[in-house]
């Protein structure tokens, strides 16, 4: 579910119309509206209200909640593939934090959720970079046939072609291409298996702005 559909959801198991819900976060109830269709999205200083009121999660409102896998016929998978930190990830990678240099780079985002591609265009504009925004894997490697970027930020749970079967393809066709990986699905075998493909970087979702805006360049 997007943004506005878990909104949405969450208001109406609360018993909570558009009207009561508006008032308290002190927005229009025309606004709470059109989050819920699609048109619009709530601003992210208001996020931590929503969570609050709908008593949701932040990682639940953004869909930054890995998918659990179904109990019929599966075993708990417990500790087998244990699920990284932002600093276990690091460690994988041997990355070294460097100063953020505030150089324009060209950065592609791929993800196939509208809100946070949006989020992640608001912070990296606001540090002074150039965004381009696809929405699933297909969308970014025809877009690579035209565009020359800098920096590609990819998240692996798309469907269709997921992240890490674009990043596979990335590579093949320009190795030299950073690839950012931007995922919930923090599994120390995705992490590895993203590493062993090319990637430059894996940030784990939730994540702080100055994380990705380092891993970036």
Known sequence: MNIGEVIKFKRKKRNMTQVELAEVL????QAVSRWEMGISYPDIAIIPLISEALRVTADELLGL???EPSSVGHEPRENHDPVLNQSQA???FDYVPVPITGE???VLIVDDSDFMRMMLEDILTHHGHTVLQAKGGQECLDLLQNETVD???LDIGMPGMDGMEVLQRIKKGQPGLKVVML???SQESNVRQALQLGADAFVVKPFGAECLVERVG
């Open 183 to 185: 995922s919930a699905l």
């Open 104 to 106: 324009n780079r060209k």
């Open 90 to 92: 690091d460690s994988i």
């Open 26 to 29: 002190k927005v229009t109830p």
């Open 151 to 153: 920096v590609c930020v």
């Open 65 to 67: 909640m890995p998918m």
